[in-house]
């Protein structure tokens, strides 16, 4: 079966950071660019960052630009986001995507995605 986990959150203080981890299981990340998405209450889900299937190519969401960095490691079949600064206006759910790149080393920032992990809560209150 394919498998997408995301973990890594929990409750920060405004100004803190978290670093969000979605590990595949079932296939290999090689031949996928992934996506973060999150979703607040009562708002439509909205891509953050995402990465390209060789770490190549990288985007972010205006909201977010300077404060999260996306990476992965095909090697351990995982990505990352670095989360700094957090803002109240970043609590969410927080999801990572898959999209199968056979034929090119792109990303869309909140593209087609393929498979879908079940989400980490984010929580950013003083």
């Known amino acids: 079966q394919l498998q997408l986990v995301e973990s890594g959150g929990g409750l920060v203080q405004p100004g803190g950071s978290l670093r969000l981890s979605c590990a595949a299981s079932?296939?290999?990340?090689?031949?996928?660019?992934i996506g973060w998405f999150r979703q607040a209450p009562g708002k439509e889900r909205e891509g953050v960052s995402c990465?390209?299937?060789?770490?190549?190519?990288?985007k972010y969401a205006d909201s977010v630009k300077g404060r999260f960095t996306i990476s992965r490691d095909n090697a351990k079949n995982t990505v990352d986001l670095q989360m700094n600064s957090l803002k109240p206006e970043d609590t969410g759910i927080y999801y990572c995507?898959?999209?199968?790149?056979?034929?090119?080393?792109?990303?869309?920032?909140?593209?087609?995605?393929?498979?879908w992990g079940q989400g980490t809560q984010v929580t950013v209150s003083s």
């Open positions: 995507a898959a999209v199968r790149r056979s034929l090119s080393d792109i990303c869309v920032l909140g593209g087609r995605t393929d498979y």
């Open positions: 990465i390209s299937r060789s770490g190549g190519s990288t």
């Open positions: 079932g296939f290999t990340l090689d031949v996928y660019a």
